[in-house]
């Protein structure tokens, strides 16, 4: 009968392990097939950190460096096209399916670790982050990588101490909200000590090693990406705001897919009381979460600031949908997401290049379209009118023309009178350093005449247009300009 059973469990451990290599390899597979035949052009966040990656460095204004890096090697590997920008995201979220898998098979059983490696792959916000590249894909990937390493450090110590450290630094050159990471581990060492001091210290130290490059580039430019990331709470501006509250929760039921959502609530409320595992699992999602359920009543917070809270998440959702009443929850759960994750896929595929399918403010692809038209009109322009340089007013445009105004990379400046740096092309380009003979100006119209004054030499060349929603276009003036003469002066006041 022992033996039966034995066999029994093998059977399911096996039949198990199937299911969760086949989801990772036809999820995959899928999401680099419309990954490659995506209209969709880089976003500007995209673009910028493609822009990066041009110029290595251990830091950069408004993020730590290990994304530049990342796309720099697969750009090495397949070239610059927009999906080889974007080719690690599907493929490292793969990578932490697969550590959600270790990491819940080590804590429960590998049921659990199948199940849980599963809701996290068809999350309706892992199957729409896949189609894109941004810091949250290799933190996450660090993250799960690090609780993992943390739960076997925990179990059998030794290496798993160098592991867990080089999952947290990397993590940190990803992201700094992998800080949240050390409050959810304090969290488990306080409420049940285990931990080898002496591996903690280990772990520690190979972090901190690790992350030191960008502490030192940060000490070098005012500290500057941690004054860019406090900005972005915009505390300053605080005030109570209900509205704001309920479309950041509404925004976290969205990504998680409504099933998910319930089974991790349900999982948070019952499960701590008598589970161990769940009690430690909590650590690492109840402080990203409470702080950033804060920050949006207070603030407002964008809907994947709280990213981190669902590695965690998915093993204790999945714990919650394995053990509700009604049997086939987790199966209806993960079912709902893969329908939004096609769903997803295919309004990429059938109407990514539709800038009239739907009224401008309700379009979700608005800022993923229109910069390659953009682009391919200014390049034309360069080569007609040829020009050392590229001006322009904002990050967006400096970000997409940099990639898309051909041949790539666009030497790209940004206009900017003397005051607070705002951006990655503020730090790195002062119009008044730059030496070029002829300049060619991408301008909103009301904005280019009085730019093109402060040149000693202007020709006004015609108009470019970027492709908006309802048959609109954005409009941009076009000048060829020589010899900077110094941005206006301010009237010393009365």
């Known amino acids: ?82 999906w080889g920008v974007r080719l690690a995201s599907p493929l490292l979220h793969a990578g932490t399916a697969g550590f959600v898998f270790l990491a819940g098979r080590s804590l429960y059983d590998a049921r659990t670790g199948v199940a849980a490696a599963v809701v996290y792959l068809t999350l309706p916000a892992v199957s729409f982050s896949s189609l894109l590249i941004s810091t949250d894909v290799p933190l996450l990937f660090f993250w799960s990588a690090a609780l993992f390493s943390l739960i076997q450090a925990r179990q059998h110590g030794g290496g798993w101490w160098v592991g867990l450290g080089l999952s947290l630094g990397l993590g940190l050159l990803s992201k700094y909200a992998m800080a949240f990471f ?207 340089c590229v001006l322009v007013t904002d990050r967006a445009t400096a970000s997409a023309m940099a990639y898309y105004a051909l041949p790539r990379p666009a030497p790209v400046v940004k206009w900017h009178p003397p005051g607070p740096i705002r951006d990655h092309f503020d730090l790195t380009a002062d119009l008044a350093d730059v030496a070029c003979p002829a300049w060619l100006l991408v301008a909103p119209p009301d904005r280019a005449t009085g730019m093109a004054r402060r040149f000693t030499g202007s020709e006004a060349l015609g108009t470019v247009g970027q492709p908006q929603g309802d048959q609109r276009e954005r409009r941009y003036a076009i000048y060829r300009l020589h010899e900077f003469a110094g941005y206006p002066t301010r009237s010393p006041s009365p």
């Not at 730590?64 to 796309?71: K, M, T, Y």
């Not at 359920?293 to 999945?318: D, E, K, Q, R």
């Open 1 to 82: 009968m022992h033996n039966g059973e034995e066999r029994n469990a093998n059977t399911r451990h096996t039949a198990g392990l199937r299911v969760l290599l086949g989801a990772l390899i036809g999820l995959t597979v899928l999401r680099l097939a419309v990954l490659i035949a995506s209209p969709l052009d880089l976003f500007v966040d995209e673009a910028q950190y493609w822009l990066w990656s041009t110029r290595p460095s251990f830091g950069y204004y408004s993020k730590p460096p290990f994304i530049a890096w990342l796309i720099a090697f697969t750009t090495a590997l397949v070239g610059d096209a927009e």
């Open 182 to 388: 050390l409050i959810g581990w304090l969290w488990g060492e306080l409420s049940s000590p285990r931990a080898s001091r002496r591996g903690a210290l280990v772990a520690l130290a190979i972090a901190g090693s690790l992350y030191a490059p960008n502490l030192v580039w940060n000490a070098a430019h005012g500290f500057i990406s941690y004054q860019h990331t406090s900005e972005n709470a915009d505390l300053a501006g605080a005030h109570m705001n209900g509205g704001e509250l309920l479309a950041f929760v509404a925004s976290q039921i969205a990504m998680l897919g409504p099933g998910v959502f319930l089974g991790l609530m349900a999982a948070l409320i019952s499960r701590p009381l008598r589970d161990e595992p769940a009690r430690w699992l909590i650590g690492f999602i109840a402080p990203v979460l409470v702080f950033y359920l804060a920050l949006a009543l207070v603030a407002g917070a964008n809907a994947n600031w709280a990213v981190s809270a669902y590695v965690a998440g998915s093993i204790l959702a999945a714990r919650g949908l394995m053990r509700a009443s009604w049997r086939p929850a987790w199966g209806m759960a993960v079912g709902l997401n893969v329908l939004l994750g096609l769903a997803i896929a295919g309004v990429v595929l059938c109407w990514g290049e539709e800038t009239d399918r739907f009224p401008l403010r309700a379009d979700p692809l608005k800022r993923l379209r229109g910069w390659e038209t953009l682009g391919a009109e200014v390049s034309q322009w360069r080569q007609r009118y040829p020009a050392d």
